[in-house]
């Protein structure tokens, strides 16, 4: 396998797991929103810890990221996954703020009850 099919096949597993993440981040809103905590909550929060504690020991790289640059010299920031350019720019700005949204929702519903 030569380093473009490499680089694809990098890029369509990270969107994979952007998308598994998507659907547990909207999940988690829902779920804080309407006060529905349950244990899938108590789940995406747990797998957002895991996803943030991979994070920090990557150095805020993803590690999927860091494996795609072995395969790419490209500069842009959608180069490992396939997002526009703009989102994966701003990706964890934009996914940090909804958890936190997510947190102080939860909190506040936990302390409603």
Same mark, same amino acid.
């Given at each position: 396998?030569?380093? +473009? @099919?490499?680089?694809?096949? %990098?890029?369509?597993?990270?969107?994979?797991?952007?998308?598994?993440?998507?659907?547990?981040?909207?999940?988690?809103?829902? @779920? @804080?929103?309407? *006060?529905?905590?349950?244990?899938?909550?108590?789940?995406?929060?747990?797998? %957002?810890?895991?996803?943030?504690?991979?994070?920090?020991?990557?150095?805020?790289?993803?590690?999927?990221?860091?494996?795609?640059? &072995?395969?790419? *010299?490209? /500069?842009?920031?959608?180069?490992?996954?396939?997002?526009? *350019?703009?989102? @994966?720019?701003?990706? &964890?700005?934009?996914?940090?703020?909804?958890?936190?949204?997510? +947190?102080?929702?939860?909190?506040? /519903?936990?302390?409603?009850?």
């Amino acid at each position: 396998m030569g380093d +473009l @099919a490499k680089l694809r096949m %990098i890029k369509a597993i990270h969107t994979i797991v952007w998308l598994f993440y998507n659907v547990v981040i909207f999940y988690m809103l829902y @779920a @804080a929103i309407s *006060n529905r905590i349950d244990r899938w909550l108590w789940i995406g929060f747990g797998l %957002i810890i895991l996803e943030a504690l991979i994070l920090l020991i990557c150095k805020f790289y993803c590690p999927l990221t860091i494996l795609a640059r &072995k395969y790419s *010299n490209e /500069q842009t920031d959608n180069f490992d996954i396939y997002l526009p *350019n703009w989102l @994966a720019k701003h990706n &964890k700005l934009i996914y940090t703020t909804l958890i936190i949204i997510i +947190l102080i929702i939860t909190i506040f /519903q936990l302390l409603r009850r």
